[in-house]
């Protein structure tokens, strides 16, 4: 059953535009967890809406992706997933390219580059993140989310 949470005697007060996972998510869960009925959120949607999200294409040149998030160290989170390496023919990557950066490192943490060098990795989210250990890697390679990495 999915309902919409409208019963704003459940929020926390003010409300800000931004910070709905603290204003309204947190606060409702915790009154339902404290005992509130689940019909006292709000009414019943009876369709849901599926957002669609971008998914990795597959090229010649390797996996297409985005950033799709950049953490508060600068890292680059993108929309590429272990599962989409897979379909490369050496079945993990030899290569990422953000711009005219290559990151030709693909490790499983941070320290297996030396300080100020990238590295790509499988980030806890299990998607391909490109990280500067002890750096950036938003301010090293002047990205943002939306720029396109490959993975070859």
Same mark, same amino acid.
């Given at each position: 059953? +999915?309902?919409? !949470? %409208?019963?704003?005697? /459940?929020?926390?007060? $003010? ?6 996972? *603290? ?53 680059? +989170?993108?929309? !590429? %997933?272990?599962?989409? /390496?897979?379909?490369? $023919? ?6 990422? *390219? ?55």
């Amino acid at each position: 059953e +999915i309902r919409a !949470i %409208e019963n704003e005697r /459940l929020f926390n007060r $003010p409300v800000s535009r931004t910070f709905h996972g *603290r204003d309204i998510f947190a606060p409702v869960a915790a009154h339902m967890a404290a005992g509130v009925a689940f019909e006292e959120v709000g009414p019943v949607i009876e369709e849901m809406v599926r957002l669609e999200t971008a998914e990795p294409k597959v090229t010649k040149k390797g996996i297409e992706g985005r950033v799709m998030f950049v953490d508060r160290f600068g890292n680059l +989170i993108t929309n !590429i %997933e272990a599962r989409h /390496l897979e379909q490369l $023919p050496a079945g993990e990557p030899k290569s990422f *390219r953000i711009g005219r950066h290559v990151i030709r490192r693909f490790g499983r943490f941070y320290a297996e580059v030396p300080p100020g060098k990238a590295i790509a990795l499988i980030g806890s989210s299990n998607h391909v993140e490109l990280c500067v250990n002890g750096g950036s890697a938003q301010e090293n390679f002047g990205a943002k989310v939306g720029d396109k990495v490959v993975a070859c």
